[in-house]
């Protein structure tokens, strides 16, 4: 068995035309199952706050981890990098939380626009690829540029899983200091939401969290820990699956304060922004190293720690 890559290039659909809209995707499979599909150049409504994304995502097994544009929170998308309070502006999607009034929908939807890719590899049992992003607000302007990493180096059969790596570096273009934000800075507990961010399945709710820290289900919101792991069952096959989220030393703010929910809905993200206003400098660079080992079954801490140090050295 290896790693095979499909690259679908975007095809443009004209507005006046009833044919479903074009994207551009990369599609990686290890023998007949797909790894994940990630689509670099959507066409979504602007109020989606327009960005890449990985759907469909999979198990080695072929269970799905992802979810898309759920009824509920139509700008969630499976996998996705967002930040839902940039000095103002939303490039998250939906609406922006503002304190005494709640969600208000806004014209200040951003893109992560895709500028372009400066290396795509792949063989038997490694793929890497390094992405070109520019962060423009819905008023036009440049604020961030972004260098992002995705890579599956770790493969495993034997112990039924494999890792996706994903690396970040955010660069301030704007010529001042941008205020990365939540909606728990702007005034609503517990909803540190951004970062990197995973909605899971429907089946996957009132799934079981665990953490490095000891923290267990709803106990994990808010506190900080070097790994998270999501536990949930497939409709259907009744499988099990593990999503493990695994922090680096190297990361800004280490180690991670998780946002996390069970119900109504199950999701997770690297919210290095949860309670903490963090003051971007004009100029700065932000890079950050993620590990999702996506795991048949059940994993217990044991199996999540081994995976994690495995990683970090």
């Not at 994940?36 to 269970?63: C, W």
């Not at 267990?216 to 900080?224: K, N, P, T, V």
């Not at 929910?261 to 190293?289: H, K, L, N, W």
């Amino acid at each position: 068995m290896a790693l095979a890559l499909t690259h679908t290039r975007n095809e443009k659909t004209p507005a006046h035309s009833h044919r479903t809209p074009g994207f551009a995707s990369l599609e990686l499979k290890w023998d007949t199952v797909t790894l994940f599909r990630y689509i670099y150049d959507p066409d979504m409504p602007q109020s989606e706050s327009p960005k890449p994304f990985f759907h469909p995502v999979n198990t080695l097994a072929g269970d799905l981890i992802t979810n898309y544009r759920p009824h509920d929170h139509v700008w969630h998308k499976g996998i996705q990098m967002t930040i839902a309070h940039l000095d103002g502006q939303n490039f998250w999607g939906g609406g922006s939380y503002r304190h005494d009034e709640g969600y208000v929908d806004l014209p200040n939807n951003g893109t992560q626009r895709h500028d372009g890719w400066d290396s795509i590899e792949v063989d038997d049992n490694r793929f890497a690829a390094t992405e070109k992003l520019s962060w423009i607000t819905q008023a036009g302007e440049h604020w961030i540029d972004e260098t992002r990493g995705i890579a599956v180096e770790t493969v495993d059969p034997d112990a039924g899983y494999w890792a996706l790596d994903f690396t970040t570096s955010l660069h301030n273009v704007r010529g001042e200091t941008l205020r990365i934000c939540s909606p728990t800075t702007e005034g609503r507990p517990l909803a540190g939401y951004g970062g990197l961010f995973w909605r899971g399945p429907r089946s996957f709710d009132n799934g079981k969290i665990i953490t490095a820290a000891g923290h267990e289900g709803a106990d994990a919101m808010g506190e900080a820990a070097p790994w998270l792991a999501y536990t949930g069952h497939h409709d259907g096959n009744g499988h099990a699956s593990t999503l493990a989220f695994l922090d680096h030393p190297a990361n800004l703010r280490y180690p991670n304060k998780w946002f996390i929910r069970q119900t109504p809905y199950a999701c997770a993200s690297f919210a290095f922004m949860f309670d903490e206003v963090y003051e971007f400098e004009a100029g700065e660079t932000i890079t950050q190293q993620y590990r999702l080992v996506i795991a048949n079954g059940d994993w217990d801490a044991g199996q999540v720690e081994a995976a994690a140090e495995a990683w970090r050295s």
